[in-house]
């Protein structure tokens, strides 16, 4: 048997994995993870936090200045660089478990480099900003679900993302069903993709869909909610410091481009359950 929490950051719920020497997991099989994230047998998530003390990380976490790391993996056993939402929740865990004082900023290393996170009103139970650093503009490219295809803008944010707008005056449902993963261009993903699908509310305020790399469609991507401000932001030609709204189906985030060119994500994080399994 070994300790597990379960939580969430806008219903994209992890499975939380406390490790902090790397002697609980060893190298944290596929198999073992689609055990924990399937919703049926296993307790279930859309991904897994493993939580270790950067130190004991090896290579993924070398040369980052932070004492915690997050391992984290899709629902179907692969790792991808960063999660937005999971880092929140991350650092909601260490805070609850008085890991670090939330009174001040705390760094967080990822395979995407060290995250920031910062505690409203240096509460350990306070929405969380994350300092997600400087996405990436690549090129425009195309996504399709079934006869229907979209220019959609490769955005980097540590992980990859392809942005596409439905046109005016449709619904998020107009995406289709996103059962299966959207078609893309390999020769521009040779990695996969997350794909996001989005649609205007008002100024300064934007909703969407996506169907992750190695999870589905998933209520909420925190990385995702970032690469659709920064295209929402570049096609409105928003000046820098602008806050965007993002809707997901599982709530909301704000995100801000500033004038040093990094985005910062504010969302919630929830941990709702904690225990031991043997799965
Ligand atoms: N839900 C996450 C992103 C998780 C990783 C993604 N599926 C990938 O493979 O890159 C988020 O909140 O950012």
Redesign the pocket.
Known sequence: MYPFLKGH?TE?DFVLLPDPDATVHGELSAERVRALCDRRAGIGG??VLRVVRAAAAGAAAAGQDAEWFMD?R?SDG?V???????VRVFGRHLARQGLIDPSAPVPVATRAGVKVLTFADGAADGEITVDMGIPKVVEVTAVAVGERTWPALHVDMG??HAVAFLGDGEDLADAGPLTEAPTYDPAAYPE?V?VEFVVRRGPGHVAMRVH????GE?R?????ACAVMVATALADGAARDTAYRIDLPGGTLRITWTTDDRILMTGPAVVVAEGTTDL
Do not use: A, F, K, L
């Open positions: 950051g994209n859309d991904g984290y899709n692969s991808s660089e960063m999660c937005g939402n999971g992980n990859p996969g997350n992750e790399r190695g999870s998933t909420s991507c925190g990385t995702g």
